[in-house]
């Protein structure tokens, strides 16, 4: 099946940094990725949507001048949180679409961000 | 908001069929039904998803009423490995054209030795 890998697995950073997270669709080409969010014993929650060379479209209540997504090429997508703060510490992951399997969305292994 | 609503939790014997149910009663007559199951940390895996009729893969089946206000997924002989957390979801279309997943709170499945 298709591979999407994110990096880093986790991080650590300090109140008030910004830190950039990576979705590859490692063997196909995604048209479109997600972020997802995932506090400790809650579901996933849709934070955007992301079509190659578009901006992103940010599901209601979400900053997008504090989650920055960028979907710069068909394998690749960053999500930057910018002057986190430790309620942004969360499980971030990403998932991925191809045009021509559109009904499946692959999704990474997810990344932990504690901010201290 | 999730159109679809579990149980909190289940749990079988190893071995044994695993049946999970969804309700989706505001089911649209273009939306489908998709199954993801997420074990503990990591991010959810695709297991199978269906339109009206009952599907079977080599993981699952899916059997979805014919008013289609209601599915059920099949594990047909659990395993250990199976304890994870299963989500019904119906897959909404987006502003752009995407498929976007809601996810519900899902049913944690727990399966003993």
């Known amino acids: 099946g298709a591979v999407v890998s994110q990096h880093p697995s986790w991080v650590i950073c300090k109140s008030g940094t910004s830190v950039k997270i990576e979705c590859r669709s490692l063997?196909?080409?995604?048209?479109?990725m997600f972020w997802y969010r995932q506090f400790p014993k809650q579901s996933l929650m849709l934070m955007a949507t992301?079509?190659?060379?578009?901006?992103?479209?940010?599901e209601q209540g979400v900053e997008k001048d504090k989650f920055l997504i960028n979907h710069a090429s068909l394998t690749l997508s960053t999500l930057t949180v910018t002057s986190a703060h430790p309620e942004d510490s969360s499980f971030y992951i990403c998932?991925?679409?191809?045009?021509?399997?559109?009904?499946?969305?692959?999704f990474g292994p997810g990344t932990r961000l504690t901010v201290t | 908001d999730a159109k679809t609503t579990q149980p909190p939790s289940m749990d079988c014997a190893e071995g044994r069929a695993a049946n999970l149910p969804c309700n989706h009663s505001?089911?649209?007559?273009?939306?489908?039904v998709y199954w993801y199951r997420q074990i503990h940390s990591q991010g959810p895996q695709y297991i199978i998803h269906?339109?009206?009729n009952n599907e079977t893969n080599e993981m699952a089946s899916l059997i979805i009423t014919e008013d289609r206000k209601s599915s059920t997924l099949i594990l047909p002989h659990a395993t250990l490995r199976d304890t994870a957390v299963y989500y019904c979801?119906?897959?909404?279309?987006?502003?752009?054209?995407?498929?976007?997943?809601?996810f519900g709170s899902g049913t944690r499945l727990l399966v003993r030795p």
């Open positions: 998932s991925a679409a191809s045009s021509g399997r559109a009904y499946e969305q692959y």
């Open positions: 063997d196909f080409q995604a048209t479109t």
């Open positions: 992301s079509n190659e060379g578009s901006k992103a479209t940010y």
């Open positions: 505001t089911i649209s007559g273009n939306e489908y």
């Open positions: 269906g339109l009206k």
């Open positions: 979801i119906v897959r909404v279309s987006g502003l752009d054209s995407s498929y976007k997943l809601i």
